[in-house]
């Protein structure tokens, strides 16, 4: 029988325990967010440890959006769904689901694994959060250009896996020069690994000032205002779509260095990681698309797909 105090309450010891481990919120500023008060945030914590939700990570088995996550499921035909707390407080939301990501991962992948990654903010914080973590000897393998960009960010030896990465720019200065450097046999030794890959990991771009494609100067803005006007919502690994998940195709993704989307589709467990408002109609346009069969976003974002 469904009891709505003990899942209220379960529902919020789960919640407390991720702003509290992972956000690394003080008890007091978690009790003014959710108003309640620090001695209760303190009660719940000390339950969360006691019942097992926190252990070395917060325990996905006691999913506090299980029924949310099923609908997302339903609705995209997706194979799973991992959502967390939404944080209106938080500095970024990409970090927050980077960490949520790194958790998925670390929980599903094996030793010896060779694990795709696309390129982006998200997923560029979600490598350095395997690599700094990981216990277990795995390989990333790039699915577009631009090396440093995948590359730890941090000075350390602590980086626990092999990098393959594609060796040329994301965007080429012309689709002759884009063809001839996928010819070259270094490019292709990678992209060649791709289909061993037990898993894929790709962010989702939105169309709008924050996207990591125009900060970080690989797409100019009278082209990515072209885009936009073309149709564009978003980008999956570099590639614009449109509101039903269609390749936009411009003269733009002729210079790409990146795998096709037609192949991104075609290879097991990939898992999409993008939450956030200005990331909505990117994200439902990715899944209507059907290039991944994971999501990990937030609550907040999750819900909104939804009710779309």
């Known amino acids: ?7 209220y309450e379960k ?5 407390i325990a991720w702003y509290y481990y992972m956000e690394n919120m003080t008890q007091q500023a978690i009790a003014d967010q959710l108003n309640i008060t620090r ?10 440890r006691q019942t097992g939700v926190v252990q070395f990570r917060i325990s996905s088995s006691l999913d506090f959006r299980r029924d949310l996550e099923t609908k997302l499921m339903e609705k995209y035909h997706l194979r799973d769904c991992y959502t967390v707390p939404t944080n209106p407080n938080a500095v ?26 696309g390129y982006g903010d998200t997923t560029s914080k ?12 795995v390989s990333f393998v790039s699915l577009t250009g631009g ?12 980086f626990n896996a092999k990098l393959y990465l594609i060796p040329s720019p994301i965007i080429m200065s012309s689709e002759q020069m884009a063809d001839a450097i996928k010819q070259e046999s270094s490019v292709q030794e990678v992209t060649n690994m ?13 169309m709008d000032d924050s996207a990591t494609i125009v900060k970080s100067s690989i797409l100019n803005p009278s082209d990515f205002r072209l885009l936009a006007m073309k149709g564009a919502v978003g980008d999956v690994i570099c590639h614009f ?25 075609e290879l097991e467990n990939v898992i999409g990681v993008a939450a956030g408002k200005h990331k909505l109609h990117a994200i439902h346009a990715a899944l209507m698309g059907g290039y991944m069969d994971i999501l990990i976003t937030d609550e907040e974002t999750a819900e909104q797909l939804c009710q779309i």
């Open 11 to 15: 529902n919020l010891m789960i919640k």
């Open 241 to 265: 779509i449109d509101k039903d998940g269609n390749l936009v195709d411009t003269e733009v993704d002729s210079r790409l260095v990146s795998v096709p989307l037609s192949t991104l589709k």
């Open 194 to 206: 791709i289909r061993l890959a037990s898993m894929t990991v790709v962010g989702i771009g939105s």
């Open 147 to 158: 090396v440093g960009y995948y590359l730890p960010k941090s000075e350390s030896n602590i």
């Open 92 to 117: 970024s939301t990409n970090d927050t689901i980077a960490r949520a990501a790194s958790i998925y991962i670390a929980d599903h992948v094996r030793e010896n694994s060779y694990i795709n990654f």
């Open 39 to 48: 001695m209760r945030v303190i009660k719940l914590l000390e339950k969360a």
């Open 126 to 137: 979600t490598i350095e959060y395997l690599a700094k973590n990981l216990e277990t000897a």
């Open 1 to 7: 029988m469904f009891d709505a105090t003990t899942d």
